[in-house]
């Protein structure tokens, strides 16, 4: 197993990109979910709602 020492440690300026990395994958992801879930909405229209439980 490496030491800590071994592993190489990630500057600030580093971090902060990874977050605002992650950050934009995020706010892909939902609004991919988002989008995908309206054209659903959309295409299935008004008889989504109406149909007997």
Do not use: C
């Amino acid at each position: 197993m490496p030491d800590d020492d071994d592993r190489i440690k990630p500057t600030e300026k580093q971090l902060k990109a990874r977050r605002n990395r992650s950050i934009a994958i995020a706010l892909a992801l939902a609004a991919f979910v988002i989008i995908v879930y309206l054209g659903s909405l959309m295409k299935l229209g008004s008889s989504l709602f109406d149909r007997a439980m």
